[in-house]
């Protein structure tokens, strides 16, 4: 299993935001991290399809898209045509989960399901041979910047476990606080897709994400 980052351009100078993707993917990250936030899911509003299309052509790199927002099956076929590789969307704001990740699966996706610190991990279960990737959230989502959620170890260890007793092998995703010190304890529970925003666009990005590959290798 291979340990894979994703820096998330929502802790992007926007000012320079295409500029910024290309010195992340020259530095070696493997994904591009894009948080979709409509306002009603969380309470913050990111950014919609017209910035991801108009992004696509300044990399080559897999567009790991997490959707924060309500009853996601209504766009999965948009995000789909405008170049998202992965789409995660959340367990809580989808009443039909299953239907969700047919539909990606249907369009030649990948499909990734997150949950909030406060759902309990056991409600992945039906889900979890269904799925390319499960993301944990490390902090509540839809702010950055926020302080990582300690709580969290035992939350990706014991999904690591749920899957390694199903025999699958399923990336798992953390997304929120992590820093280059508490990197290697979040691989080490189980953890392998990391999510970093503020840790690779504070300073010198492709530096950071230099220094968190080391880490991670």
């Known amino acids: 299993m291979n340990n894979i980052l994703s ?3 929502l802790a992007a100078d926007f ?8 010195d992340v993917d020259n530095a070696g990250a493997q994904y591009i991290h894009i948080d979709v936030m409509d306002g009603s899911f ?3 509003i990111s950014f919609g399809m017209p910035l991801i ?3 696509r052509s300044a990399t080559d790199k897999v567009f790991d898209v997490h959707l924060m927002i309500v009853d996601p099956i209504r ?8 170049g998202a590789d992965i789409i995660t969307f959340h367990l809580e704001a989808a009443p039909d989960p299953q239907a969700v990740i047919d539909k990606i699966h249907g369009l030649g996706k990948k499909a990734g399901m997150s949950i909030k ?6 409600e992945l279960v039906p889900y979890l041979d269904k799925l390319d990737m499960i993301l944990i959230m490390t902090v509540e989502p839809g702010f950055g910047g926020q302080p990582f959620i300690e709580a969290s170890y035992d939350r990706i260890k014991a999904v690591r476990k749920m899957l390694s007793d199903r025999g699958l092998e399923t990336d798992i995703q953390v997304d929120g606080g992590i820093t280059k010190e508490n990197l290697r304890s979040v691989l080490d529970v189980g953890a392998n897709v990391i999510v970093a925003g503020s840790t690779v666009y504070r300073g010198d990005a492709g530096q950071n994400v230099k220094d ?6």
């Open 75 to 82: 766009y999965i076929k948009e995000f789909s045509e405008i």
């Open 7 to 9: 820096p998330s351009i």
């Open 42 to 44: 969380v309470p913050s």
């Open 15 to 22: 000012k320079k935001l295409g500029q910024q993707i290309v």
């Open 53 to 55: 299309k108009s992004i």
């Open 212 to 217: 968190m590959l080391e880490i991670m290798a």
């Open 117 to 122: 610190p406060g759902t309990q991990v056991e």
